[in-house]
T-cell receptor
Framework: GAVVSQHPSRVICKSGTSVKIECRSLDFQATTMFWYRQFPKKSLMLMATSNEGSKATYEQGVEKDKFLINHASLTLSTLTVTSAHPEDSSFYIC?????????????FGPGTRLTVT | AQSVTQLGSHVSVSEGALVLLRCNYSSSVPPYLFWYVQYPNQGLQLLLKYTTGATLVKGINGFEAEFKKSETSFHLTKPSAHMSDAAEYFCAVSSPYGGATNKLIFGTGTLLAVQP
């Protein structure tokens, strides 16, 4: 199988604090991980592409200083929302791709619901 | 650049009726195409995918989709809807090539409601 987990599944934080979300590939090595944001009743918006051991590539309009991504190992990527504000409340989903350079399929985590009060 | 258009943000069918969810794509190269299903407050589950070969692909839960190059379409169908099929469905396209350009581009989604 190809299982991806996310932790936490739900988090509520106060405005101004930082929140870290973990994304793990449980049974395979993921050289590339992706972070998406999904607004209510909307599609997934790719925020950034994260390659193990290198800096993440952010999509246009995504603040890299606000959404810190670290892909420290082949099975773990983290997204830190710094100085969170209510407008950062959203559903964040990660996905992981296997190590083959030609690999195309992404395996998705269950998502993390962030609520900033 | 690639893009995906899903016609109909909401589709309602009766239990036992045909399900048809529409997806059209735009791509300068032969694309890879995917359908995902999302249940409330959950991540995405792959229903089926087309890469190469047979244009009619079968997926899980009785769904299938046909790649029609001439129509640039990849519509999702199921002969008989079940109550458990009620969910959000996303069509997605990616490049067949690896590397940094290999991203998934999602459509806006179609919410399927199944009436008893």
């Amino acid at each position: 199988g190809a299982v991806v987990s996310q932790h936490p599944s739900r988090v509520i934080c106060k405005s101004g604090t930082s929140v870290k979300i973990e994304c793990r590939s449980l049974d395979f090595q993921a050289t590339t991980m992706f972070w998406y944001r999904q607004f209510p009743k909307k599609s997934l918006m790719l925020m950034a592409t994260s390659n193990e051991g290198s800096k993440a590539t952010y999509e246009q309009g995504v603040e890299k200083d606000k959404f810190l991504i670290n892909h420290a190992s082949l099975t773990l990527s983290t997204l830190t929302v710094t100085s969170a504000h209510p407008e950062d409340s959203s559903f964040y989903i990660c996905s992981a791709r296997r190590g083959s350079p030609s690999s195309y399929e992404q395996y998705f985590g269950p998502g993390t619901r962030l609520t900033v009060t | 650049a690639q893009s995906v258009t899903q016609l109909g943000s909401h589709v309602s069918v009766s239990e036992g009726a045909l399900v048809l969810l529409r997806c059209n794509y735009s791509s300068s190269v032969p694309p890879y195409l995917f359908w995902y299903v999302q249940y409330p407050n959950q991540g995405l589950q792959l229903l089926l995918k087309y890469t190469t070969g047979a244009t009619l692909v079968k997926g899980i839960n009785g769904f299938e989709a046909e790649f029609k190059k001439s129509e640039t379409s990849f519509h999702l169908t199921k002969p008989s809807a079940h109550m458990s099929d009620a969910a959000e469905y996303f069509c997605a396209v990616s490049s067949p090539y690896g590397g940094a350009t290999n991203k998934l581009i999602f459509g806006t989604g179609t919410l399927l409601a199944v009436q008893p």
